[in-house]
């Protein structure tokens, strides 16, 4: 299981993928328009509300039929500047604090990187 997921964050750091646009809803929501590795365009949710940590989403294959973050999720926590080891680890539970640190660097993940 572990195996897998430290297989996806190496791909969200190897591959193409970008983020082009961040919305935020009333519920804190933080909605990235994204572009996949194979130029397919994918939503990701990510709550603000570190007890929403599970409701968080993407409209990618990989997400639906999986109960873990996928590759375009661990891009955009990556860059918001979660540690490696947290998006490596399927049971990680970031508490309210880290949220609020993460996603005030929401604006800095628009773009190619």
Known sequence: ME???KERVLRSKEQQISCHRIQSTE???FIFS???STGEPYTVEIYEDADMWELNSCSCEDCTF???LCKHQCYCLRMLG????ALENVFYQPDQLEMYELLSNAPNVVGDR
């Open 66 to 68: 999986r109960p873990f």
């Open 34 to 36: 994204m572009t996949g």
């Open 82 to 85: 979660m540690e490696e080891s």
């Open 3 to 5: 195996r897998w997921q």
């Open 27 to 29: 519920d804190g929501c």
